[in-house]
């Protein structure tokens, strides 16, 4: 089973820039793909940017030219760069991986911007 442990979140002002990074269990080889999903009280649960082994991304339109995604495919590592941050940025961020069919998530990291 693959265990994700996210940190960074916190507490930023509008305008301001923070970093999430989410480590899958390093025994897995494979893991694809990886990204951010976030959750907003009383919203579901949505994508934020995904990226696969070979880097590929997806983003929401909603962070375009905002956030940037990249992994270290040897550490099973997935970031998430977010500048620019909005107080719609607000939510609880969830790492997301997929290994050999099956998805797995982080605990979640909460990201609150506000003034």
């Known amino acids: 089973q693959v265990q994700l442990v996210e940190s960074g979140g916190g507490l930023v002002q509008p305008g301001e820039s923070l970093s999430l990074a989410c480590a899958a269990s390093?025994?897995?080889?494979?893991?694809?793909?990886m990204g951010w999903y976030r959750q907003a009280p009383g919203n579901e649960r949505e994508l934020v940017a995904i990226?696969?082994?070979?880097?590929?991304?997806r983003y929401a339109d909603s962070v375009k030219d905002r956030f940037t995604i990249s992994r270290d495919n040897a550490k099973n590592t997935v970031f998430l760069q977010m500048n620019s941050l909005k107080v719609e940025d607000t939510a609880v961020y969830y790492c997301?991986?997929?290994?050999?069919?099956?998805?797995?998530w982080g605990q979640g990291t909460r990201v609150t911007v506000s003034s």
């Open positions: 997301y991986c997929g290994y050999q069919g099956r998805a797995y």
């Open positions: 390093a025994r897995f080889f494979g893991i694809d793909p």
């Open positions: 990226i696969g082994i070979g880097g590929t991304t």
